[in-house]
Structure formats: structure tokens, C-alpha cells
């Protein structure tokens, strides 16, 4: 599907960085921003590109935003990358199901890596630029109605914290960028494959397409809120 697309809020000539570039919604992402007219770039980063960047080795976030310092500040920052199952990583559906192994690496991926990534890829995002976190629905826990995937929802709950709180010192620092925590509904992708049944998921372009575009319509205003791809305002 080719989109005629362009991100207005970020100038032109604006520059883009996509972590987790690998995956679905990461490709769908980095594919409508290089069709961008208004986009001077895309930088991707993931466990598989040079730099590398990999949320379980720390060391890694920490260095390839040393070497990418010397091409910011980017206008836009994605992160894109998240874990929900794995070899012998499953959703709980009981709290007799959780596994400490488990629970360590989905945090690692979906929480403790990506406050890795805000420490060290924030100083690289302009004064008037936008960082996206994908988060999930599943993680607020005002809407938590169902139960189940303790370790996924609680990583993303904990991650949203983060968000919550770092935007608060972006308001004081740069209080004209943006820091979003955005769930992108349900879509199609390894990560939501095994769970999603014969549900309405979204192809992941379509689903990157809505998320830009939000992203191009919030505001620093809006900055450290929790959206879903159509706009709605989510709960913590
Ligand atoms: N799909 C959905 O329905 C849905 C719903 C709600 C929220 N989300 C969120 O949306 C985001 C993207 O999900 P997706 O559906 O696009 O999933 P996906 O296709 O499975 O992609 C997951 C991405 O995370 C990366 N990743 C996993 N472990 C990593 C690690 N240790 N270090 C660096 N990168 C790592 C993967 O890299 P590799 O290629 O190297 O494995 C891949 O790029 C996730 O945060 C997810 O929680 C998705």
C-alpha cells in the first residue's frame, strides 16, 4: 500500500531514528518514513544492524547512541522493538504460571532496555523533535479487565511509568518536544500471531500510518500521555 505521506510538524529535511527496525510495526515505520518527501533520513537499529542494539546487553544502547551522536539531533525517535513470547516465554494465564526467567527477560526487553534507550537516546532528539514509545493496551492498568499475561502487562505498565516521568523533566528541559507512549491496537506480526485468532488485527501498515500521523498531530501538550493509534487517550 503506498501512502501519499508526510509528516508536517517536524519541518523539512527532518531525520528519523527507528529502534526495533526489525520487526513488523519497525519496518512498516521505517518503510512509510523513507517515503516521506519531508524525510531526510532513516536510521534503523536493532540486534541485527551496525551499530547494533540489542535491550539485553545495555552496554550496546549505551554505545550506538555514542556513535550516532555525531549525526543528531533526529526529529523523530521510534522505539519500536518489544517482547511477548519467546522459546519457553508464554503469556501467564495464572499467577501459578509465572517464571522468574521469564518475567527477568520480558522486563528486560519491554522496560529495562528501553529506560537504557531513553537515557541515552533522548540527548540526541531535537528541541522540537518527537520520541514514541510502543507500549500496549494490556498495560494500563486502569483498563485491565481480563487478567493474565502478568509479565507483559506489568513490563509495559512499568514502561509507561518511565515515559510518564521523563516526560515530566522534558517539559522543564524542552518544552517543545514530544514523548509519547503509544499502543498500536491489535496487528499483524510475530509478536501478536499466536493470540490474536480471527480477530480484526490491523496490517502493520496501516497501523504505522495511523500512528505517524498521530504523532504529527499531538502536541508538546500531549507530551507523557498514553494513546492508542486513533487518537484515544488511554488510561494508566
Ligand atoms: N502486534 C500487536 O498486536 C501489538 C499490540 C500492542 C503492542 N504492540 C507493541 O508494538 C511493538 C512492536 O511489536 P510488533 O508487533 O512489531 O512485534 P514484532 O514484529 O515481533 O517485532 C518485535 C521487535 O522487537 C525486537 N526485539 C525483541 N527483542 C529484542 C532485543 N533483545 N533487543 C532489541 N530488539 C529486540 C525484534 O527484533 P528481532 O528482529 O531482532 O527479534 C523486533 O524488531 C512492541 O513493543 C509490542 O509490544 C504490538
Sequence with gaps: MNHAFTMASLGDGYRALVIGASGALGTAF????????RCAGVRMLG???LPKLDLEQPE????????????????LIVHAAGLLHRDRIK?????????????????????LGPA??????LPLLDQRGAMAMLSAKVGSIGDNRL????????????LNMLIKTAAIELTRTRPQSRLLSLHPG???SPLSQPFRGASSARPADVAAAQLLSLIDQLTPADSGHFFAYDGERLPW
Aim: net charge negative.
Design 30 to 37: 521505517c518503510q512509510q518514513l523513507e517515503q516521506d518527501p
Design 186 to 188: 491489535t496487528v499483524v
Design 91 to 111: 503469556p501467564e494465564k495464572s499467577y501459578s504460571a509465572i517464571e522468574s526467567e521469564s518475567l527477568q527477560a520480558v522486563f528486560q526487553v519491554n522496560t
Design 116 to 121: 537504557m534507550v531513553l537515557r541515552h537516546f
Design 147 to 158: 487478567g493474565g499475561w502478568y509479565a507483559y502487562r506489568a513490563s509495559k505498565a512499568a
Design 60 to 75: 550496546t544502547i549505551a554505545d550506538a547512541a555514542t556513535e550516532l551522536a555525531a549525526e543528531a539531533p533526529y526529529q
Design 47 to 49: 540486534r541485527h544492524t
